[in-house]
């Protein structure tokens, strides 16, 4: 089908929402800076819920931390007139952007074109260290 269909929320998509985690920005590039093509972050989803490995982690996360407990903890300190902010508080987005990199990472090694995005980081870096040392690059630029 030309678009996803699903039975509904899950259980960890709905913690995620509740407590608003965004994933875009960590889907964007891969590990060293290069940018995905839509058919490579394709893959990269597909291998994720196949591996499951966000999913296990994330239901880790999940047993130890309530989601709406969590918000109202928030929500009673900023009442307070502390300056608390989400994303680092009781290190809840750095627990799941740890296991959202582990996954990628694990998907990311497995794409069927990983040796090519190894290239392209691999062509990037060493026009990076022309451009230090005021030389053309010695790879042709990629259009982004």
Known sequence: MPMK????I???RQFLIDIEFDSRPTFAKAKGGIDYTPEERSELFRLMGEQQIFRDELRRIMSN???QKWRDAIKAH???????DAQV??????EVNRALRWA???AESA???ADEIQERRYRMDY???DQRRGLEPTFPLQNR
């Open 10 to 12: 899950t259980p960890e």
């Open 127 to 129: 026009n990076e260290v």
């Open 89 to 94: 508080y009781a290190d809840l987005y750095y």
């Open 65 to 67: 931390v309530d989601a």
């Open 111 to 113: 794409l069927s074109n």
């Open 5 to 8: 269909v699903a039975d509904g």
């Open 78 to 84: 900023r009442e307070e007139g502390h300056s608390i």
């Open 104 to 106: 990628k990472d694990e």
